[in-house]
């Protein structure tokens, strides 16, 4: 129904791109280039892989389902982070985010449990549900817009890949 | 005249609103059916009749003309009532009709048959409030024709124009058509039919409105039972004419609307899919959840690759969904990658990594494999190394694999190491592959080339 959400914006390159060039480079300043302990690795590819996604996800701004739900899932998270070093406001700010986890998961068990009836009459038995847990936010989601969602996750991740492919290109030759 | 108009009027607005006629299909089917429900309208609806003369109630017939009978009388009055009445139902045909001057053509056949045609073309153009008194008005071309049998035909005809999905009804709407030009000729030309017309075209609609609401609902799947309300098609709502074939519950429609969106989207989905050619809409959900994971394990891999590889070996194969894929082959050149520092050579970093795994065979072989998996690498018999390498060396983009794009660095780097193939042959079952770099037998000699 709407044909803009078929093409792989270029506009979307070049939005995630800088943003997504500017964080690993944030990243690189902070941490030493070769580090020993696997732990540091570890903390530092996710961290490269955060600051993809959440890069990825500011390129889509609130437009797409998808993109607000990797924004709450990463701003909590963040939240979390502070909240564990500073003890004070840990308890407040985790019912908070517990609670609205809470909600959302029992909006979302609402809905899902709605929208499974009708998975079940189009013909997609279980992997409607498959497909709302590997998509962010795809629980809320009814099939129509589970497969919009899902068809613009996919360009995403493809642009998104694309242009890790080619910074590795770059650096490597 | 008054309450007989009145009941004709409530009548007539019923059925206009019950009218879906698939004008086009007429139209198309018009033209060759002209000539046949005229003269024999029993030919092509036989067991739509059987239908509806087994659901409805025998009774219903000589009860419906009943209540028409105490107006015939006034109908025996001045014709010009009954012409007005009889406007009712033909308004805008009569006066279509009158535009082309057709009079007393009625009683000749071959006049009413290019009347007909006519009216048939203008039934088109005057629409539904037009075709809602033709229901009734078929019973004077029974009546004309003199065939008590075809009554029934006639109602059947109305009926069945009222429930145009059934298939074999555009023959008996071309009958209604017809009849109607008939009806309104004679109602026009002929005054001393009228009394006759009226009666029977009332009790004609009643009684079509009655078939049009079992047909109606028979054709919504429901058992009619010979329903003489006539109340479940006739709700004075604007109801949505249906294709052909199918059903206007508006649940239906909605789901209807809803399948068709779904397809659609999956049609847009499998252009993105490679391999979506699958035709079944499971297997091409299961081909999209695959790709998805697949898309997402790639980001983690690339983002992995920038440090370097890291021993996140009990992630992997369980987030790559069976399929281990082999992170790139950079181990020597990641710090490169990253920042663009030149830090130690690719030599020193591959030496290092040698050290590290000849160290971890001593004690374990599985933590062997798992740190050089962690790394990206793999061991490898020599002698294929080397025929990989002699195999992939020319192309600087050993595509295997079209979706793999970046295997170049590992070749530029590691031209003393060893080869970096894709082997995606070898290795991969998806196409993930960065490039694989792998250890040759100068580490060790072995033996397995880790991963299906």
Redesign the interface.
């Known amino acids: ?1 709407n044909p803009s959400h ?1 093409n792989p914006s270029s506009s979307l390159k070049s939005r995630f791109t800088p943003r997504f060039l500017r964080a ?1 480079t944030k990243i ?1 300043a902070q941490k030493p ?3 020993s302990s ?1 732990r540091e ?2 903390q ?2 996710r961290r ?2 955060v600051a ?2 959440k890069s990825m996800a500011y390129s889509v701004r609130s437009r797409r389902i998808w993109s607000r739900a990797m924004l709450w899932k990463l701003r909590s998270r963040s939240c979390r982070q502070l909240t564990s070093s500073r003890r004070r406001r840990s308890v407040k700010t985790s019912t908070i985010t517990s609670r609205k986890a809470t909600m959302k998961k029992t909006s979302h068990e609402k809905e899902n449990k709605a929208t499974t009836g ?1 998975d079940h ?5 279980g ?2 549900d ?2 709302r847990e ?2 962010p936010g795809g629980e809320a989601m009814d ?2 817009n589970l ?2 969602e ?2 613009h ?3 995403c ?2 642009t ?2 694309q242009v ?2 080619k ?3 770059f ?3 | 005249m008054q309450p007989c108009s009145r009941e004709m009027q409530a009548m007539n607005s019923l059925l206009n609103q019950t009218q879906q006629i698939p004008l086009q299909d007429l139209q198309s089917n018009g033209h060759q059916q002209i000539q046949n429900p005229q003269f024999e309208p029993t030919s092509s609806h036989d067991d739509f009749l059987e239908q509806m003369l087994s659901t409805l109630p025998s009774c219903s017939w000589s009860d419906l003309k009943s209540p028409w009978d105490p107006p015939k009388s006034d109908e025996t009055g001045p014709s010009n009532p009954d012409n007005n009445v009889g406007f009712h139902y033909d308004e805008i045909l009569a006066s279509k009709l009158r535009q082309h001057q057709i009079n007393g053509g009625g009683g000749s056949s071959p006049a009413t048959a290019a009347m007909k045609m006519i009216m048939q073309q203008q039934m088109m153009l005057a629409g539904r409030t037009a075709a809602g008194g033709g229901g009734g008005l078929t019973m004077p071309l029974s009546l004309g024709s003199g065939a008590a049998g075809s009554h029934h035909n006639d109602i059947i005809d109305g009926s069945s124009f009222k429930s145009p999905n059934h298939q074999g009804g555009d023959g008996s709407v071309q009958a209604l058509y017809n009849g109607f030009g008939a009806e309104s000729l004679h109602g026009t030309s002929q005054p001393s039919n009228q009394p006759q017309h009226f009666h029977h075209p009332q009790g004609g609609t009643t009684q079509a409105q009655n078939f049009g609401a079992t047909a109606g609902t028979v054709m919504n799947q429901s058992q009619a039972g010979g329903s003489t309300t006539g109340g479940t098609p006739t709700q004075p709502k604007q109801r949505v004419r249906a294709r052909r074939g199918q059903a206007t519950d508006p649940h239906s429609i909605a789901e209807r609307l809803r399948r068709e969106r779904i397809a659609e989207r999956m049609k847009a989905l499998q252009e993105l899919v490679p391999n979506g050619n699958k035709t079944d809409k499971a297997s091409m959900l299961d081909e999209i959840i695959d790709y998805v994971k697949f898309l997402q394990l790639q980001v983690k891999v690339l983002s992995m690759s920038r440090l370097g590889g890291a021993p996140l070996v009990a992630d992997m194969p369980s987030e790559g969904g069976g399929d281990c894929i082999q992170t790139s082959g950079k181990g020597g050149s990641v710090p490169r990658n990253s920042n663009g520092n030149q830090t130690s050579s690719t030599n020193d970093s591959l030496t290092v990594t040698e050290h590290q795994v000849a160290k971890l065979m001593e004690q374990d072989m599985g933590s062997a494999m798992q740190y050089l998996q962690g790394k990206g690498l793999c061991l490898m018999p020599i002698s294929l190394a080397t025929a990989i390498s002699t195999a992939t060396c020319h192309s600087r983009n050993p595509m295997i694999n079209p979706n793999n794009s970046s295997s170049n660095h590992p070749l530029l780097q590691a031209s003393g190491e060893g080869p970096s193939s894709p082997s995606i042959s070898v290795l991969t079952v998806q196409s993930t592959t960065m490039g694989n770099g792998c250890v040759d037998g100068s580490v060790k000699d072995a033996a397995s080339v880790s991963k299906p």
């Open positions: 129904m078929l690993l690189n280039i070769s580090p696997p690795i570890f530092r590819y490269i892989k993809a996604d009708e009459q189009v013909g997609f038995v992997q409607a498959e497909l590997i998509v099939l129509c497969l919009d899902t068809t996750y996919i360009m991740l493809t998104q890949v890790m492919r910074i590795v290109d650096y490597s030759l």
